[in-house]
């Protein structure tokens, strides 16, 4: 993978793009696994002669180059580890072969590397094209594993690494990252509805993905459901949690995802972190993501410093659980001043709700500049503008009770948006973004041909 450059991210799609085109890997050596009709006898060298078990994986002593492929069909449970690392023009890399259902990874219980089924301890590995299922499958107790749950889990010092094009079904975290450079792309996430950890007076819910370090990217993902009801909060969970106070938060993006269904986009936590009062956030882009989620979209524990939310459609007229549906939440607890500009910039961003746009102790100091603002009152008195930026009132969508975001031909929200081409070249559904002139607001640009498929991919 090439070097990501996460401060300058004009440039950003355009290396990501590159490196995910396959690699020559010279000498390298494949491996085949078959659940089905291997054996650990075999040398695993053909996909005539695959091992059986995935723990062959493990203890292949794979180097530069090497492929690992799990038959489509298969079915493995259990951890693997694999401490072993790439380099940039040879990458490590786990996918699949065959015909018929994606290979299918799950770990029960959190007694087995906290309920890892693939745990990345080496730099440059690639995941691709395979499914993770039913993890952890139990309560645990303990805040500490919330650090470490997941069905993916790419460990602290393993850098470079990509995920993309996996599937993840109720999965109690389906990826989390420690690692520095990762790129996790164009995979489906559907979540559970059970509680991670609860006490009588907290609780921690099923979480998408989970950042713990940055210099990250989050892109083209399709995030649903990870949300639950037995939570003293009411509801909790979330599709992208960024936390764990040990490590710095710096230069993440996440941009061009789908959510929906889940409680929250995007949780920074603060006094809630471990360790506390750890986590002071910079130079994040959020942008042309669309979410039609519960409760709020943003929820800012944590202070920010140089953190934009650009071109993004939010839809919040649907309760999940508690009454919290404000659309973006800025609070910063623990002794913090208040009061200070918040570092948080929200720009051409399209705002469907039925609470507030903005609330917390912070959210005053957010500059905000061209948002359309639309507060949903029922279908047949839709919205009501409540604000003087770049409009308020019916945004013009093609079908909003559909979640057909795309605008209509006389959207109000076309040439109401300012230009920011300097940063990035394609709207939502991958159309060209003008260099100059207005831009139109939310995650999409108008089109007079709209675009059939749905917004989110069927799976």
């Avoid at 993890?135 to 889990?153: D, N």
């Avoid at 998408?208 to 990217?217: A, D, K, V, Y």
């Amino acid at each position: 993978m090439f070097p990501i450059h996460l401060q300058k991210f004009q440039h950003l799609t355009l290396l990501l793009v590159v490196s995910c085109f396959p690699v020559a890997h010279g000498r390298a050596t494949d491996y085949y696994i078959d659940s089905v009709d291997g054996s650990d006898d075999n040398d695993g060298l053909s996909i005539v002669t695959p091992w059986k078990s995935h723990m062959k994986a493990e203890s292949a002593s794979l180097a530069a180059g090497d492929v690992v492929h799990f038959k489509k069909g298969s079915a493995f449970s259990g951890n693997i580890q694999i401490s072993e690392s790439g380099t940039a023009e040879k990458p490590i890399r786990l996918t699949c072969y065959g015909t018929g259902e994606l290979p299918k990874f799950t770990n029960p219980t959190t007694r087995d590397a906290s309920g890892n089924a693939i745990l990345l301890g080496g730099d440059y590995i690639i995941v691709e094209n395979l499914h993770f299922h039913d993890t952890p499958g139990e309560h645990v107790s303990g805040m500490i594993i919330m650090t470490k749950l997941a069905a993916l889990r790419i460990e602290h010092g393993a850098d470079h690494c990509i995920i993309r094009n996996n599937e993840f079904i109720k999965t109690g975290q389906g990826i989390m990252s420690a690692g520095e450079h990762t790129l996790i792309t164009k995979n489906y996430l559907n979540g559970p509805d059970y509680a991670l950890w609860r006490t009588s007076k907290s609780s921690w819910g099923p979480m998408g993905i989970h950042l713990n370090i940055g210099n990250q990217e989050v892109s083209y993902n399709t995030i649903k459901n990870f949300g639950t009801k037995d939570s003293p909060w009411g509801s909790d969970g979330g599709a992208i949690e960024i936390d764990c106070g040990r490590y710095h938060k710096k230069n993440i993006s996440i941009h061009h995802n789908y959510s929906e269904g889940n409680a929250g986009f995007i949780e920074s936590s603060w006094d809630y972190d471990w360790p506390r009062f750890r986590q002071e956030i910079y130079n994040w882009r959020v942008s042309f993501n669309i979410c039609y989620d519960g409760q709020s979209w943003l929820f800012m524990l944590a202070p920010c410093n140089g953190i934009y939310f650009d071109n993004n459609t939010i839809a919040r007229y649907n309760g999940f659980g508690r009454s919290q549906n404000a659309v973006a939440r800025i609070d910063v607890r623990g002794g913090m001043p208040v009061g200070e500009p918040a570092g948080a910039h929200f720009r051409n961003n399209l705002f469907i709700y039925s609470s507030s746009p903005y609330t917390g102790n912070r959210s005053g100091g957010a500059l905000k500049t061209a948002n359309w603002y639309s507060k949903y009152k029922s279908p047949s008195t839709q919205y009501k503008g409540d604000s003087s930026q770049a409009g308020s009132g019916d945004p013009g969508l093609v079908d909003l009770q559909k979640q057909n975001y795309r605008l209509k031909a006389d959207s109000p929200l076309r040439g109401k948006a300012i230009n920011l081409s300097e940063f990035y070249q394609s709207d939502f559904d991958g159309q060209p973004l003008p260099k100059t002139g207005n831009w139109d607001i939310g995650a999409i640009q108008y089109s007079a041909k709209q675009p059939t498929e749905t917004l989110q991919p069927k799976r």
